[in-house]
C-alpha cells in the first residue's frame, strides 16, 4: 500500500508542477514586434470618454496622413494617471509623447525624463511665440521648453443672470474691479429672513444665497492676490513663497473681510468651496457669481438649469487682472527612439488647426495657439460673452509653484487658512506659521538631488 | 383504522384525522402568535438595514435613468418621474463596452478558476499537515496582505516590465495561480472545522494525499469553495489599480479601467457613469444570486436526511 | 471551550517520527504554488519597499543610503502622528462593528423563510459596487448641505451634522462607509453557519436548548473558526482603509481623516518621497502584525476548530 | 395534560423534496418517506420497530424526537403533541441517534455529558453524578476524560445512551442502539435500557438487531416503505 500511496503522491506533484510550468510557459510568450519599417509611436493620454471620442476622430486623420507611423494610444484615465506616470518613470517605459499637466511636466523635467525640446523646434522652424506665454511657461525651466501646451482654460467670473435680475443689480462686466465686486456680493447675498448683511437683523449662520463662491483657501490661489499688489511668489519659480510680507497680507485681508466681516462669500473648503465641483453653490443656483475654468461652461450648459454669462477677472485698484489656467499638454521622453517624428506628431496634436477642431469645438477647452483660441466663439450656447476667455488668456499664467514640495506645503498649510478665515487665528499670526511650513517642506526641493 | 381514542379535553369524535388531532393542542395559538411577533421582528429590522444599504444604488439607479440635464441640477432632485433610457445608449456607445465587457468576462473567469484551484490547495496544506516552520510561513502569507497595494506598485511593475508583460493579462492573471492569501487562509479555516477522523478514515482506505483535498476536503467545505469562488469573482471583476496601471491600450481595457475613463479631474461624465457602473453590476450579480443559492444548498441537504 | 483534555494524539519533541516526516514533505507539496509565487512575485517587491525605507529614492537615480533617518523624522511628524491615531481609531470603531452587525445579520438571514434570498442579495450589493461611482454618490447622500442623509434629519427633526466637512465628524462617517460594505462578511458568516452540524443543534434542542443557549454555547463556538478569520482579515483590511478618504476628503478636514495608506500615498505619489513612503509602509505592516499576532495568540482562547489540535 | 397512550400517531405523514439543484430539469420530485402512520404505544411499553433501509424509521423517530416536522398528521407523546408543542414534548423524551456529529468532539466523553446535562436544566452536582454512574454503566469510565475525536464508534454510540437516558426521560427513542457493539457492551446497554423504561413512559426502538428485539420489545412494529406492514401490527 506504501507503494501505492507513493506513486499517487508523485501524481499529485506532477499535477501541481505541470500546472505552474503550463503558467510560466505562457508568461514568456513575448511582446509583438515590428516586422515593418514603420516607425512605432507610443502615446499616452490621460483623457475623459468625451475627450477621447473627438480626439480619436482627429488621429484617424494623422494615421492616414502619415501611414509611416505606428501611432499606439496608450489611454490611462486621469484617476489613475499619477500611478502610472511613476511606475514608468521607474522602469524607463514612458511613452514617445506623453500628455502631462504642468505639476506632472514638472516633475518629469526634474526627474531628467522629458526631453529638451529646444533644438528640435528651432530645427523644425516652430514658432513657441504663437502660444499664450502663461500655458508656455508651464513646461519650461531655465529658459529650456519641455513639452507644448494644447489647451489653457483661464478662471473667469461667471454669473448667474436670474439672481442678479431678482435682486436687481446691474451685471458684472468687464471693467469690474474688485471694490464693485464686493458690493454686489454684498448686495446679493441673503440670510434666511431675507436680510443683506448690511442690515441690522442679518444672520450669519443662516445664509441661504451668498453673492460669491470664491475665497483663497491655499497656496496655490495666487491669482487672488496678484490684483491687489500682493503676489506670494518671491521669485519666477516661485521656489520661495511669503504669505506674511505687507502687501500680501494686505491682499488676503481683504478676502478676508469679504468672508468673515460681510459674510458675502461662504467658506467651506470639503464640501464646494470650488466653484465647479459638485454641490458647490454656484452650480446649485445659490450663489450669484463664481470664478472657474472652461469646463463649467459644459457641465452648465448640460443641466440648462442656470442662465449666466461670464466677464474677465475684476480688476485690482491699480488696474491689474490676474488669472490662472489649468493646462494639457504634450512632452516627449527623453529615451524615444524617434525624436524627429515624436516631435512632429506632438507639433500637430498641437497646432491650432488640430486643437481647433478636435479640441475647442466639442468644448473640452482653450487652444493653447493664439491662432486657435477664436475656435471657443460660439454663439449657440451659452455664454454670450467667450470673448472674455480670449481677454483672460493674455495674463493668464500657469498654476504655481512648480517646486516638489509644493504639494506637501499646500495639504500642510490647508488648516491655516481655514483658522484664519473662521476668525480663530489672527491674520499675520496664521501666515508667519504659514511661512515657517512652507519654508519647512519646500526645503528639499530647494536643496535639490 | 383505529377505533379508540385518547381521552381528550374537549372531547371529540375520535375521527382519525389531522384536523381532530389539532384540537387537542391548546399552547398552538400562544406559539403561533410569538411566530408572528418573531417574524415582523426578523422581517422589520432586515427591512431597515435594507434600506440602509440600498441608498447609494437608488441614488445610482436614480440617476442613471433620469434626463441628463437633472443630473446635474443642484440641489439633486430624486426621482423626478421623468425616466428616459438615453444615459444607457450613449454611455455603451461612447466607449467600446462590449469589449470591456468580454474582456473582463476572460480576466474574470481565468483567476477565479486559478484563485479557487490554487488557493484551497495551499489552504489544505496549512490545515491538514503539521510541519517546522508552518507557522512562520502563515505569518509571512498573510503579512504580504498587510502591504497597502500601492506601495509595491512601482516594483511590481518594474518587474513587470522587465519581464515584458506590460499590456497584457499576464500581470492580473498569473499571480492567481500561486494562492491568493485571503483565499488560502479562508480555505484553512473551513478545512479545520471538518473533523480529522474524516481523513484518517480515508487514509487508511488508502486514499492519497491529494485524493484527500479533491475527494474529501473539498466536498465537505462547498460553502467555503462557493464563498471563495464568489469572493475572487467580486474581487477580480471589480479590480481597478492593476488593470489600470498593466492594460494600456483600450482594446484591453477592463469594465473598471473604461468607467473610470468617465471621470475627469475637473468635470465627470456622471450622466454616463452612473449608467454604465450599473451594467457593470448586472453580471456578478447574477453570480452572487446564483452562488448564495449553491451556499445555502446545503441547509436543503440536511433536511432531506 | 472548556479545559482541553490531554491530547491523546502522538506527539514527542525531538527528533521527527517518520509520520511527522512524511507530514513535512505534504505540507510543503501542498503549499508548494504559494511558495512558488511568493518568491517570484512578492518577496521582491516587499524586499525592495523595505529596503528603500532605508534610502532617499526619486526613481530615475540611485538611492541614497539614509540609515534610520525617515524612521527618527516620523517621531516628531505631526502628520504621521496624527495618521497612525486616526488609523488605529478606524479600525479599533470598524472591526467590532462590522463583525457584529455582520454576524448579527447573518443569524437573522439563516433561515429559510420567504424573501431571505432577496435580503441576501440586497445586503451584499453593495460590496458589489466599487469604484468611483459610488464613492461619488457617498459624497452626494452625506453633502451637509444638499445631500439625502440631511434631508432625512432634516425632516425628522434631527439635527443635521457637517459630516465630511467637520472634523468631528468626518472619520465616524468614513467609518459608517465602511461599514455598508458589511455584505461580504454577511456571507462568509452564512456559509460558517451551513458548516454548523443540524445533528448538533437537534440533539441540544431535544435536551431542551433554548435559542439563546444554542447560539451561546453550539452556534458560536461552532463558527468561531471563520470569526477568527474575518477579524484577522478585517482588520487588515481597516488599516488599509484608502479609497473613501482618497476620494471624499484627501484626509481633511483638519487631518480628521487622514489614515496611514493615505498618507503612504500622498508621500509617494504627491510628494515623492518614496523612501518616506516605504518606511510608513514598514511601520504600518509591523502594527498590523503586531495586531495579527495577538489575535492568533488570543485565538487559542476562543476558537474552537472540531477535531483538529491547536497549532 | 393526560394521555392513555405514551405514544400515539395520527396519520403521521412526511414527504421529504429532492435539494434544489442547479440546471436540474424538470419539477422536483418529492419521496414519501412516511405515509399516514398511526400508531398507539402504551404506557410502560417497548416497541421494536422494524423493517428495511428506506422503511422511514429514522424518519418516525426524528418526527417523535420532533427534530422533523409532520407534513401532515400528528403525534403526540405523553398527551403533547409534537407539532404543537414540541418544547413539552422534548422535556420527556431521550433520544439516541448514530450521528456522532452531535457531540463536541474537542471536548472529552463526561464534558460532553455535563454540557447536555446543564441544557437539561439539571443541577450540576447531579448532572455529574449521574453522568459518572452511567459511563460506569456503559464499560466508559476509561474514556470519561478522552476527547470524544479519540472514541471509536461503540464509544460514541455508547455516550450518545447515556446522554439520552442522563435525566431519566419518561419516553426513549433509539435509533439503532446496539449497533457496532461487541457482545459485552451490547449486555451492558441492554441492561440500562431495561432499567430505564419508566413504568409511566415508553421506548421505541428502531433496531436491525433481532435479539434486541427480542429481549427487550414486548411488541414489534414493522414499517415498509413508510407504512406500518399490516401482519405485523401486533403480536
Known amino acids: ?449 | 383504522m383505529k377505533q379508540t381514542h385518547a381521552p381528550q379535553p374537549q372531547g371529540t369524535t375520535g375521527a382519525a384525522t389531522g384536523a381532530g388531532i389539532r384540537r387537542f393542542s391548546s399552547p398552538r395559538a400562544r406559539r403561533s402568535m410569538l411566530h408572528v411577533v418573531e417574524r415582523l421582528l426578523v422581517y422589520g429590522v432586515l427591512t431597515f438595514f435594507a434600506f440602509l444599504f440600498l441608498l447609494p444604488l437608488i441614488s445610482m439607479l436614480d440617476t442613471a435613468f433620469k434626463p441628463r440635464a437633472l443630473v446635474y441640477s443642484f440641489p439633486p432632485t430624486w426621482f423626478s418621474g421623468d425616466v428616459t433610457l438615453d444615459n444607457f445608449r450613449f454611455g455603451w456607445n461612447a466607449l467600446p463596452f462590449d469589449r470591456f465587457l468580454l474582456n473582463t468576462l476572460f480576466v474574470t473567469s481565468v483567476s477565479v478558476c486559478g484563485t479557487v484551484l490554487s488557493s484551497s490547495l495551499v489552504g489544505f496544506g496549512f490545515a491538514r499537515y503539521h510541519a517546522r516552520g508552518a507557522g512562520l510561513l502563515f505569518m509571512v502569507m498573510l503579512a504580504t496582505l498587510m502591504i497597502p497595494p500601492t506601495t509595491t506598485l512601482i516594483p511590481r511593475f518594474v518587474l513587470f516590465a522587465k519581464l515584458g508583460w506590460i499590456n497584457s493579462y499576464l500581470p492580473l492573471l498569473d499571480p492567481t495561480f500561486f494562492g491568493m492569501p485571503f483565499f488560502i487562509f479562508l480555505f484553512r479555516q473551513f478545512f479545520r472545522s471538518i473533523p480529522r477522523d474524516y481523513f484518517d478514515a480515508a487514509e487508511i482506505d488508502g486514499c492519497s494525499p491529494f485524493g484527500l483535498y479533491w475527494r474529501i476536503a473539498l466536498p465537505m467545505a462547498r460553502p467555503a469553495l462557493v464563498t471563495s469562488a464568489l469572493f475572487a469573482t467580486i474581487g477580480a471583476w471589480n479590480d481597478f489599480l492593476d488593470p489600470l496601471i498593466f492594460l494600456s491600450t483600450m482594446d484591453k481595457f477592463t469594465l473598471q479601467v473604461g468607467l473610470a475613463t468617465f471621470n475627469g479631474a475637473y468635470y465627470s461624465q456622471l450622466h454616463l457613469l452612473m449608467p454604465m457602473a450599473l451594467v457593470g453590476i448586472v453580471p456578478v450579480l447574477v453570480v452572487v444570486v446564483v452562488g448564495q443559492r449553491w451556499i445555502l444548498s446545503g441547509l436543503m441537504r440536511q433536511v432531506e436526511k | ?311 | ?235
Open chain 1, 1 to 449: 500500500m506504501n507503494r501505492r500511496l507513493g506513486r499517487r503522491d508523485h501524481a499529485s506533484v506532477a499535477v501541481v508542477l505541470l500546472l505552474l510550468l503550463t503558467m510560466l510557459a505562457g508568461c514568456a510568450s513575448p511582446f509583438g514586434g515590428d516586422e515593418e519599417e514603420r516607425i512605432t509611436l507610443r502615446l499616452g493620454t490621460q483623457m475623459t470618454a468625451a475627450e477621447l471620442e473627438s480626439f480619436e476622430q482627429g488621429l484617424a486623420k494623422i494615421r492616414e496622413e502619415h501611414p509611416e507611423w505606428d501611432i499606439q494610444l496608450e489611454q490611462t484615465p486621469q484617476e489613475g494617471f499619477v500611478e502610472k506616470f511613476n511606475a514608468q518613470i521607474a522602469s524607463n517605459t514612458l511613452p514617445d509623447i506623453i500628455q502631462v499637466g504642468i505639476p506632472h511636466a514638472q516633475q518629469g523635467i526634474r526627474q531628467g525624463v522629458l526631453l529638451d525640446l529646444t533644438e528640435l523646434i528651432e530645427d523644425a522652424g516652430f514658432d513657441p511665440t504663437d502660444f499664450w506665454p502663461g500655458a508656455l511657461e508651464g513646461y519650461e525651466k531655465d529658459g529650456r521648453l519641455y513639452g507644448i501646451p494644447l489647451s489653457a482654460s483661464p478662471n473667469v467670473l461667471f454669473y448667474n443672470k436670474t439672481i442678479f435680475d431678482a435682486e436687481n443689480v446691474d451685471y458684472p462686466t468687464d471693467d469690474w474691479t474688485f471694490e464693485d465686486l464686493r458690493t454686489a456680493a454684498i448686495a446679493l447675498t441673503h440670510d434666511r429672513n431675507g436680510n443683506t448683511p448690511n442690515d441690522p437683523g442679518f444672520d450669519p449662520d443662516n445664509v441661504v444665497q451668498w453673492g460669491l463662491n470664491a475665497a483663497p483657501a491655499h497656496l496655490y490661489s495666487r491669482a487672488y492676490f496678484i490684483p491687489f499688489g500682493g503676489d506670494p511668489c518671491r521669485n519666477p519659480a516661485c521656489d520661495e513663497m511669503s504669505f506674511s510680507a505687507p502687501e500680501v497680507l494686505e491682499a488676503m485681508s481683504w478676502w478676508v473681510d469679504l468672508v468673515a466681516n460681510n459674510h458675502a462669500a461662504p467658506y467651506d473648503p470639503y464640501s464646494g468651496n470650488q466653484t465647479g465641483v459638485p454641490g458647490d453653490p454656484f452650480v446649485a443656483g445659490l450663489a450669484a457669481m463664481g470664478f472657474s475654468g472652461y469646463f463649467l461652461v459644459g457641465q452648465l450648459n448640460a443641466s440648462g438649469t442656470i442662465v449666466y454669462d461670464i466677464v474677465q477677472p475684476p480688476a485690482g485698484p491699480t488696474g491689474v487682472r490676474a488669472t490662472e489656467f489649468s493646462v494639457h499638454g504634450f512632452g516627449i521622453a527623453k529615451n524615444t527612439k524617434h525624436p524627429e517624428a515624436a516631435f512632429e506628431l506632438l507639433r500637430i496634436l498641437t497646432s491650432a488647426e488640430f486643437t481647433s477642431e478636435y479640441w475647442a469645438k466639442p468644448g473640452h477647452g482653450v487652444p493653447a495657439a493664439k491662432s486657435g483660441a477664436q475656435a471657443v466663439l460660439n454663439p449657440r450656447f451659452q455664454p454670450d460673452n467667450e470673448q472674455a476667455i480670449i481677454d483672460a488668456m493674455a495674463y493668464g499664467s500657469a498654476f504655481k509653484p512648480f517646486v516638489e514640495g509644493a504639494l506637501e506645503s499646500w495639504l500642510a498649510t490647508v488648516d491655516i487658512f481655514i483658522s484664519v478665515f473662521k476668525g480663530e487665528t489672527p491674520l499675520a499670526e496664521g501666515m508667519a506659521e504659514a511661512d515657517r511650513i512652507i519654508a519647512e517642506t519646500m526645503v528639499r526641493a530647494n536643496s535639490g538631488p
Open chain 4, 1 to 235: 395534560m393526560s394521555a392513555e397512550w405514551a405514544i400515539e400517531t395520527l396519520d403521521l405523514s412526511r414527504t421529504f423534496q429532492e435539494p434544489r439543484r442547479l440546471f436540474a430539469r424538470g419539477p422536483r420530485r418529492s419521496i414519501n418517506a412516511l405515509d399516514a402512520v398511526n400508531l398507539q404505544i402504551g404506557r410502560g411499553e417497548c416497541v421494536a420497530l422494524v423493517g428495511p433501509n428506506g422503511a422511514g424509521k429514522s424518519t418516525l423517530l426524528r418526527l417523535l424526537a420532533t427534530t422533523v416536522t409532520p407534513t401532515r398528521g400528528d403525534a403526540c407523546i405523553l398527551g403533547y403533541s409534537v407539532r404543537s408543542n414540541p418544547a413539552a414534548v422534548r422535556r420527556v423524551i431521550g433520544v439516541v441517534t448514530g450521528d456522532d456529529r452531535s457531540f463536541f468532539w474537542r471536548l472529552t466523553g463526561l464534558e460532553n455529558l455535563l454540557f447536555f446535562g446543564q441544557l437539561q436544566g439539571l443541577h450540576p452536582a447531579t448532572s455529574h453524578a449521574r453522568a459518572v454512574t452511567l459511563l460506569e454503566q456503559l464499560g466508559l469510565s476509561d474514556a470519561a476524560d478522552q476527547r470524544f475525536s479519540g472514541y471509536s464508534a461503540g464509544m460514541r454510540l455508547r455516550l450518545g445512551i447515556a446522554r439520552a437516558v442522563l435525566h431519566s426521560p419518561r419516553v426513549l427513542l433509539l435509533d439503532e442502539p446496539t449497533a457496532s457493539l461487541d457482545l459485552r457492551h451490547r449486555a451492558q446497554v441492554l441492561d440500562l435500557l431495561r432499567a430505564s423504561i419508566s413504568p409511566d413512559g415508553a421506548a421505541l426502538i428502531a433496531s436491525h438487531d433481532a435479539g434486541l428485539a427480542a429481549s427487550l420489545a414486548g411488541r414489534i412494529v414493522r414499517l415498509e416503505q413508510g407504512k406500518v406492514a399490516p401482519k405485523t401490527a401486533r403480536r
Open chain 3, 1 to 311: 471551550m472548556r479545559t482541553p483534555a490531554p491530547e491523546t494524539t502522538r506527539k514527542q519533541p525531538g527528533r521527527l517520527s517518520r509520520a511527522a516526516q512524511r507530514d513535512q514533505r505534504r505540507f510543503y507539496l501542498f503549499i508548494l504554488p504559494w511558495l512558488i509565487g511568493f518568491v517570484l512575485f512578492q518577496a521582491g517587491p516587499m524586499l525592495f519597499a523595505i529596503g528603500i525605507s532605508f534610502t532617499d529614492w526619486l526613481l530615475v537615480d540611485t538611492p541614497v543610503w539614509r540609515g534610520l533617518a525617515h524612521y527618527r523624522t516620523m517621531r516628531s511628524d505631526a502628520a504621521f502622528h496624527a495618521a497612525l491615531r486616526n488609523t488605529l481609531y478606524y479600525s479599533a470603531a470598524s472591526v467590532p462593528l462590522a463583525i457584529a452587525l455582520s454576524l448579527g445579520l447573518a443569524l437573522l438571514l439563516n433561515r429559510r423563510w420567504a424573501g431571505m434570498s432577496v435580503f441576501r442579495t440586497i445586503f451584499f450589493v453593495p460590496s458589489l459596487v466599487s469604484g468611483v461611482a459610488v464613492v461619488l454618490v457617498w459624497g452626494w447622500l452625506f453633502n451637509p448641505r444638499y445631500g439625502a442623509v440631511n434631508g432625512l434629519l432634516g425632516s425628522l427633526g434631527l439635527p443635521q451634522p457637517g459630516w465630511l466637512s467637520d472634523p468631528r465628524w468626518a472619520m465616524p462617517t468614513i467609518i459608517l462607509l465602511g461599514v455598508w460594505s458589511v455584505g461580504g462578511i454577511v456571507v462568509v458568516y452564512l456559509a460558517g453557519l451551513q458548516n454548523v452540524p443540524t445533528e448538533l443543534y437537534d440533539a441540544a434542542r431535544i435536551d431542551g436548548a433554548g435559542r439563546w443557549q444554542m447560539l451561546r454555547a453550539i452556534t458560536l463556538p461552532m463558527v468561531s473558526p471563520v470569526t477568527f478569520f474575518l477579524m484577522v482579515m478585517v482588520t487588515i483590511g481597516s488599516l488599509q482603509v484608502f479609497a473613501p478618504v482618497y476620494v471624499l476628503t484627501e484626509g481633511g478636514p483638519r487631518n480628521a481623516t487622514l489614515t496611514l495608506p493615505l498618507y503612504i500615498y500622498q508621500n509617494a505619489f504627491r510628494f515623492q518621497k518614496y523612501g518616506y513612503a516605504a518606511a510608513l509602509t514598514v511601520v504600518l505592516i509591523v502594527i498590523a502584525l503586531a495586531l495579527t499576532l495577538l489575535q492568533l495568540a488570543l485565538a487559542r482562547r476562543w476558537v474552537y476548530y472540531t477535531g483538529w489540535s491547536g497549532r
